[in-house]
């Protein structure tokens, strides 16, 4: 799949949270605000980065489904059973592939 030089977020995914986003039923990607996550997703002065597409890929395997996303920008949430999070909310599906080996 063709990016071109836009700043993309890479995120792998299981099938049903792919398929969900895919469909359009999931408009947000959530991810814990631990500092893996906040190393990715925030600038060193606290600010969020920002990224031009969001690269979904559907497991490990080099044959995986992938598709591209437009982002549409990050915030914390505190959710009460989950705790602090980053939302990443999503946009359209822009380009999709479905790739075997």
Same mark, same amino acid.
Do not use: C
């Given at each position: ?5 836009k700043?993309?977020?890479h995120?792998t995914l299981?099938k ?5 986003i895919?469909?359009?039923e &999931? /408009? ?5 605000? +631990?500092?893996?996550?906040i ?5 060193d002065d606290?600010? %969020? &980065? /920002?990224?031009?597409?969001i690269f979904? +890929?559907n497991?490990?395997?080099?044959a ?6 437009? %982002? &549409?920008g990050?915030k914390?949430i505190?959710d009460?059973?989950?705790?602090k999070?980053?939302e990443i909310k999503?946009g359209?599906v822009?380009g999709?592939e479905n790739?075997?080996?």
């Open positions: 799949m063709k990016m071109d030089k700043n993309v977020l995120l299981r049903e949270p792919f398929d969900d895919r469909s359009g &999931k /408009t947000a990607e959530y991810r814990e605000y +631990k500092s893996h996550w190393k990715r997703l925030m600038n606290g600010s %969020f &980065k /920002t990224y031009d597409l979904f +890929k497991g490990y395997q080099s995986a489904p992938q598709m591209l996303v437009e %982002f &549409k990050i914390i505190n009460s059973d989950w705790g999070m980053f999503l359209k822009v999709e790739i075997r080996g």
